[in-house]
């Protein structure tokens, strides 16, 4: 029986067969129906599943005014919540990176961790309940008097809305909150991979400090923030929960997706605007792998 | 009886040939030293003994018995490896007993024998420890411990000392050799360093790029080397070019003399076979002895004497034609 | 210069200290909430404080069936996603062949794609089989995407240990199943476990993959998102809310030190 033990290449197929099985067979098995899915069309009338490869679906995708406007919403609102990430975590991970006392070491990096791990429908809810009409910003509000300044944002036209709890301002609250922790950790990863002797040797070339964070930090941080904003992004494309609770009832793709596969609805559309995210994400990966933010994660 | 016998064993790893059809043969009871540069295939040969890997082509017998496909855990062989390889998860008791345990020996038997074993390694006490909690000379003897309680046929030590500081190594050299003595177990041992393999060895093979280039005994590898190879990387050597030993000694061969064969003439009444002329470089204290770099025509030879001598100055160096070794490179 | 450089570390300072309130705040409101007296509304600050809530949801028998069955997913996944994480990892961990990209890749695309495209492509996909939906598709869908945390723990692992502990082993006699159990296996406890701690907290934080490969089930999660849009007991669901922080918060933390004494040995 042992007389195998020295075929590498056998032990190493064994050992990877189950997971090949279950991811190749199950998981991309799924994927590749879903595939198949956008390219099959709902007949008019009868509203059956008409199995023919057509670019119908498609068609009406990109088509259909409402559809392109849910696609720009979820496209532009995942943009500005990454930004903002990136303009918040970026400080947080430069004082983590910084921050020379061992006890506060673990206090803060455990202080992303948690939250980031804190279960998420829970954190949806939290926010719920704090953005509400008789939440506690309401009643920060009503007690620093800046009720103006409240209502002011909220007529803001198209962001705003009735509360915070149901407009697009508090959906993108909501989001950064969520997300928050993914963009610092990579952030912070890539800025502790940064070997000190290139600092100190620009030092040593006579570099001030500002033109040492210029000219070798921010590049070198690049791909973790990179890194960080794949996470925010995705997410963000594919999230059909927080916009559901907090918002407007105006579509995201997300929701788009799981209302129209719900067994009224037309599922080659689901499976169309579900490629949407998959196709962006793919783009953004490439793109993402060529400036090396694949080490960052 | 050969315990090991390599018949034309080739190793080659993608491109790279690491062993170029070898071939040799281990006595029962000897202690066998594989020598030569890093890269130069001994560690290979070990590994091809142990069963780690499998010849590309030609033949491996142990105790006559072709063994290249038989797995290292069904081979009656040990290793003790370069990083000692302790398990740390396991105290020092369990490590040595691991191999007995394996073989599902009874209790008893195996706390007697891993007791025999820590005395003769001489470290009866530290039967609780854990390997992080050993020295690097305390976790090497357990490594031996380890490997010797199954009562191999042969042991096989992948440069077991090179870690050690000096002074440690000498004394684990005449350890080793007097525990090899002791039960009699053939030992093959790799070492790049050749002072260890004249002191310990009953032969030596000494590797160069995948070839043994000579087997032979210490002396004989010391004192007739058959290449410039292995008179420059077994002991200090001087070699003499064909151009050279032509004007010198009218041999039309390279020639190699040991540096202990160069005398400084001091009193004009010495008889030499040969003069020569040398100019003086350098002197290094060694401490036993000063070692001094001489100069002729543009080459640098070696000599060693007790005296402190002047730098620049000319130096008579004399030396007996039975001491010449024309080389066959 | 100086105050330039004093200026931004206290602007540093003060964001950090912004952000870390930011993020916690949320999750300690929900705590302090399950206390409050209130029941229909939301209101801040609560009317008066009670721990009755607690017993009212203890009492709650849908809420013991969700925790039963998020629970049985959540152990059932770990443990298929331990068993292929560390074979994996083991198949891959030496070698450095074109695979193994792929392999990777593979293994962390579940996690990678949002979660409506994987919920929705297996979703589909059992509709299609005309598999019944039931507690094992929702485990076949979760050990999925759980199998990324064990297998980059152990893979971390398994690089980090020498070799020649897996050599020596087999020199003295134990054939490969034996070395994996007596000596690797030990050597990678830690790094498993915390894999499989992650893995839990995963599962049982899940939603949207779980929606559309559950049945009529529920797990606490999906218990939690229809208590959102047609509560019973609004404070009820803070008082689980809390639970489920608990969940998967001491897990993660459990992990973190389980792999910070490894981090701390490999740099002594």
């Not at chain 2, 202990?260 to 001091?266: A, C, I, S, W």
């Amino acid at each position: 029986m042992w007389k195998l033990y020295y075929n590498k290449k056998l032990t190493i197929f064994l050992l990877l067969l189950p997971l090949l099985i279950w991811l190749g067979l199950v998981y991309l098995g799924s994927l590749f129906t879903l595939l198949l899915n956008s390219f099959y069309r709902v007949d008019d009338f009868s509203g059956v599943i008409v199995r023919e490869i057509s670019l119908s679906t498609f068609k009406d995708l990109f088509g259909q005014r409402t559809n392109l406007d849910i696609i720009f919403r979820t496209v532009a609102m995942a943009s500005s919540v990454t930004i903002t990430c990136i303009l918040i975590a970026f400080p947080i991970a430069l004082f983590m990176y910084n921050n020379k006392n061992q006890f506060l070491k673990p206090i803060l990096y455990l202080g992303i961790m948690l939250p980031l791990w804190s279960s998420y429908l829970v954190k949806v809810y939290a926010w719920k309940l704090i953005l509400a009409k008789q939440g506690i910003i309401n009643f920060f509000v009503e007690l620093t008097g800046t009720q103006v300044f409240l209502d002011s944002l909220l007529s803001i036209p198209v962001i705003g809305g009735t509360s915070l709890s149901f407009s697009y301002m508090g959906i993108y609250l909501v989001f950064v909150y969520m997300w928050l922790p993914y963009m610092i950790l990579p952030i912070y990863a890539s800025l502790q991979r940064i070997p000190l002797n290139l600092i100190l040797a620009s030092e040593d070339l006579g570099a001030t400090p500002s033109i040492t964070f210029r000219k070798i930090i921010i590049p070198l941080v690049v791909p973790g923030i990179v890194a960080g904003s794949i996470f925010t992004f995705s997410l963000t494309l594919g999230d059909y929960i927080v916009p559901t609770i907090i918002g407007n009832s105006s579509y995201f793709i997300g929701m788009a997706v799981y209302t129209h596969q719900g067994t009224a609805g037309n599922i080659p559309l689901a499976a169309a605007f579900s490629i949407v995210p998959i196709i962006i994400m793919l783009i953004y990966l490439m793109l993402a792998k060529r400036i090396g933010a694949f080490d960052a994660i | 009886m050969l315990d090991i016998e390599f018949q034309n064993t080739t190793c080659k790893f993608k491109e790279f040939l690491a062993l170029d059809s070898i071939s040799f043969g281990v006595e029962r009871g000897e202690f066998f030293s594989l020598l030569g540069p890093s890269g130069s295939g001994k560690t290979t040969t070990l590994r091809l003994v142990a069963g780690f890997l499998q010849p590309s082509s030609g033949k491996i017998l142990i105790e006559g018995k072709e063994s290249s496909s038989i797995p290292p855990f069904k081979r009656n062989v040990n290793t003790v490896f370069q990083d000692y390889a302790l398990f740390p998860h396991l105290n020092v008791f369990d490590n040595i007993a691991y191999g007995l345990k394996i073989k599902k020996q009874s209790a008893s038997t195996i706390e007697k024998e891993v007791k025999s074993a820590l005395e003769m390694v001489r470290l009866p006490d530290l039967i609780h420890r854990k390997p992080s909690e050993l020295s690097g000379g305390q976790k090497q003897r357990i490594a031996l411990a380890r490997a010797l309680i199954n009562k191999p046929r042969v042991l096989l030590l992948d440069e077991p000392l090179s870690a050690l500081d000096l002074k440690l190594r000498q004394e684990m050299q005449i350890e080793l050799k007097e525990i090899q003595r002791k039960i009699g177990i053939t030992f093959i041992f790799v070492t790049h360093d050749q002072q260890e393999a004249l002191s310990m060895s009953n032969r030596i093979a000494v590797f160069n790029k995948g070839k043994i280039v000579q087997i032979g005994s210490p002396e004989q590898v010391y004192a007739d080397p058959t290449s410039e190879f292995v008179a420059g990387f077994v002991g200090e050597s001087n070699i003499f070019d064909k151009t050279s030993s032509e004007s010198l000694f009218g041999i039309s061969r390279t020639c190699m003399i040991r540096p202990e064969n160069l005398y400084f003439k001091k009193d004009p009444n010495e008889k030499y076979d040969i003069e020569t002329e040398f100019i003086l470089k350098e002197s290094i204290y060694t401490g036993i002895t000063i070692k001094h770099i001489l100069s002729k025509d543009n080459k640098d030879y070696i000599a060693y004497s007790q005296e402190k001598k002047e730098k620049g100055s000319k130096i008579i160096l004399g030396l007996y034609r039975k001491d010449l070794r024309p080389l066959s490179d | 210069m100086l105050s330039k450089i004093k200026l931004g570390k206290v602007f540093s300072t003060i964001i950090t200290i912004l952000c870390y309130l930011f993020l916690h705040i949320p999750i300690a409101l929900i705590i302090f909430y399950s206390f409050s007296l209130d029941e229909k509304t939301l209101e801040f600050p609560p009317s008066g404080y009670t721990l009755k809530w607690f017993s009212v949801a203890f009492q709650r028998e849908d809420i013991w069936n969700a925790l039963r069955l998020s629970l049985k997913v959540a152990f059932i996944s770990t443990l298929i996603a331990l068993i292929l994480g560390t074979f994996s990892a083991l198949a891959i961990y030496r070698h450095d062949f074109f695979g193994k990209e792929v392999i990777s890749f593979l293994v962390i695309l579940p996690i990678a794609l949002p979660g409506i495209v994987t919920g929705i492509s297996m979703g589909s996909a059992i509709n299609l089989l005309e598999i019944p939906f039931s507690t094992y598709t929702i485990v076949i869908a979760h050990s999925t995407f759980c199998i990324v945390t064990v297998y980059n723990n152990a893979l971390a692992r398994l690089r980090r240990n020498s070799y020649s502990l897996v050599e020596a082993s087999l020199d003295l006699g134990a054939n490969p199943f034996q070395t994996f159990i007596y000596v690797v296996l030990p050597n990678i406890s830690t790094a498993l476990l915390a894999g499989a701690m992650l893995s839990f907290a995963l599962s049982f934080d899940e939603v949207i993959v779980t929606t559309f490969t559950a049945g009529q089930q529920q797990t606490i999660p999906i218990w939690m998102l229809s208590e959102f849009t047609r509560p019973r007991q609004r404070p009820v669901t803070n008082v689980v809310a809390v639970f489920v922080i608990l969940a998967t918060t001491l897990p993660i933390l459990f992990a973190y030190y389980l792999t910070r004494e490894e981090s701390e040995q490999s740099n002594r």
